[in-house]
């Protein structure tokens, strides 16, 4: 076999090498998926009219959020906590919200928060110093028709880059991606998703929370 030849069938074993490479990845791709989706719950809340505590029925496998008139869910979006269970019920009592969703770090601060408001429904999810190894690291809510993914933001590698989170957002068609673990708020909107992070409620010069609004399909938010 002259060079050439032996030069083209390295090639060929070289580019067999790259397929078989590129299929293994995509096969851990697909199994990493399956076992963080086995870490997800998927939890479903409705707006009903009027007050008394929300109707579980007005969507199916989910509850109910009452808010007076049939008006607007409000969420209030808490992270990175800290110990400063004080700040956070300060938020609760100015913003009134409809349900508290806490991003993580500490796990036992919405638990507190739980016990000082126990008629507030509230999602909550671990963070990176949380040590909660057996509960599910994000959860899929749907609130009202909006998707809406909360984690802590660690396991997204949210420090370095959000690309893995847009993948994340694009794949499960979300119109929301809260997240935390920077202590930094920041917003951004990538084609339908939007991204939020609330910062830190237990920063002690400069606490932030998020609220969300979800009012006649739209998305309305501040820091």
């Known amino acids: 076999?002259?060079?050439?030849?032996?030069?083209?069938m390295s090639f060929r074993v070289r580019l067999k090498d790259l397929e078989d490479r590129k299929k293994d990845m995509f096969q851990i791709a697909d199994e990493l998926r399956q076992e963080i989706a086995t870490y997800t719950e998927v939890k479903k809340y409705s707006v009903s009219a009027g007050g008394g505590g929300g109707d579980p029925g007005a969507c199916p496998g989910g509850r109910g959020v009452s808010r007076p008139g049939g008006a607007g869910m409000t969420v209030l979006?808490?992270?990175?906590?800290?110990?400063?269970v004080d700040a956070m019920a300060r938020a609760v009592e100015k913003t009134h919200p409809d349900l508290i969703v806490h991003l993580?770090?500490?796990?036992?601060?919405?638990?507190?928060?739980?016990?000082?408001?126990?008629?507030?429904?509230?999602?909550q999810v671990p963070g990176n110093c949380d040590f909660r190894p057996a509960e599910p690291t994000e959860q899929l809510l749907?609130?009202?028709?909006?998707?809406?993914?909360?984690?802590?933001?660690?396991?997204?590698?949210v420090k370095q880059s959000m690309m893995?989170?847009?993948?994340?957002?694009?794949?499960?068609?979300?119109d929301l991606f809260l997240f935390g673990h920077t202590h930094r708020p920041f917003v951004d909107m990538r084609e339908k998703t939007l991204f939020l992070n609330p910062g830190s409620i237990g920063d002690y010069h400069h606490p932030f929370y998020g609220i969300i609004t979800l009012e006649n399909g739209k998305r309305l938010y501040r820091i």
């Open 1 to 8: 076999m002259n060079a050439s030849g032996s030069n083209y």
């Open 77 to 84: 979006v808490l992270s990175d906590s800290h110990g400063d």
């Open 104 to 123: 993580g770090d500490c796990w036992r601060d919405a638990e507190e928060l739980r016990m000082l408001f126990p008629r507030l429904p509230m999602e």
């Open 142 to 157: 749907f609130l009202e028709n909006k998707r809406v993914l909360i984690c802590h933001g660690h396991t997204y590698g």
């Open 164 to 174: 893995s989170a847009g993948y994340t957002a694009e794949e499960q068609n979300l």
